[in-house]
């Protein structure tokens, strides 16, 4: 019976349980989002290469090339989803504006990879 209950219990606690507004979740997932990228980037050498003659940069572009090729999700095809509610209901319209906001973000990302690929490069300017 324990066991049970305690396999049942969620991964995850809302930020309501401790009295908090939901954008403090958000703030939390942003927040770790950044250390772990400025973990990464303080993990890699500074230096031009190591005894593996992995340099910062040549380490930046392959996970850059990582998350390109393996994370990104396809676009969502927004308009035939929304061809297929003849009325959308509240919940419907909340997945249709997601699905634009996942859209735009999926988009930036895939533009923020390319601008950073070619920043390493040197063929513009690092913001």
Do not use: C
């Not at 308009?79 to 509240?90: G, L, M, S």
């Amino acid at each position: 019976m324990t066991l049970e209950f305690i396999t049942g219990l969620p991964l995850f606690t809302p930020p309501s349980v401790y009295g908090l507004h939901a954008n403090a979740e958000i703030v939390y997932f942003t927040n770790a989002a950044k250390e772990l990228w400025v973990n990464i980037l303080e993990m890699a050498t500074s230096e031009g290469g190591d005894a593996s003659g992995f340099s910062r940069d040549d380490f930046i572009l392959q996970i850059a090339n990582d998350i390109q090729e393996k994370t990104l999700p396809e676009l969502f095809d927004e308009y035939n989803i929304r061809k297929a509610f003849d009325v959308p209901t509240p919940t419907q319209t909340v997945l249709l504006q997601e699905l634009e906001r996942m859209n735009k973000l999926v988009v930036r990302m895939g533009a923020s990879i390319k601008d950073l690929k070619r920043a390493l490069a040197g063929e513009i300017g690092m913001s």
